[in-house]
């Protein structure tokens, strides 16, 4: 299983990305990350996931991002390839 974290998984991107990667039979989603809504669960937010997971919106730093193996952006491409750099390590893609 690779571990992956959805940066910006609040937005419509970042839902889905979840909706396709919930059901992936080689990804285990780690980590969904959101300012916004920091602690508090998906499915509270956006009720169609209900039932799929249990994960919660965490407000992660790039520098400081837990360890997942796939980093996915949600936010717009500005945005994104100005956090990308800081998730680029040897053993992240």
């Known amino acids: 299983m690779v ?5 910006g998984a609040s937005g419509y991107t970042g839902q889905e990305l979840l909706k ?3 059901f992936h039979p080689a990804v285990t989603i780690v980590a969904i990350t959101s300012r916004r ?3 508090v669960p998906l499915a509270d937010v956006y009720p169609a996931f209900q039932g799929l997971t249990s ?5 992660v730093r790039p520098m400081r991002s837990p360890a997942w193996r796939m ?3 949600g936010p717009s491409h500005g945005v994104s390839m100005t956090v990308a750099p800081a998730f680029l390590q040897p053993v992240k893609k």
Do not use: D, I, P, T
Not at 3 to 7: E, H, L, S
């Open 20 to 22: 396709h990667l919930l």
């Open 55 to 59: 994960l919660s919106f965490m407000n």
């Open 37 to 39: 809504y920091a602690g």
């Open 71 to 73: 980093s996915c952006f």
């Open 3 to 7: 571990k992956v974290g959805v940066y």
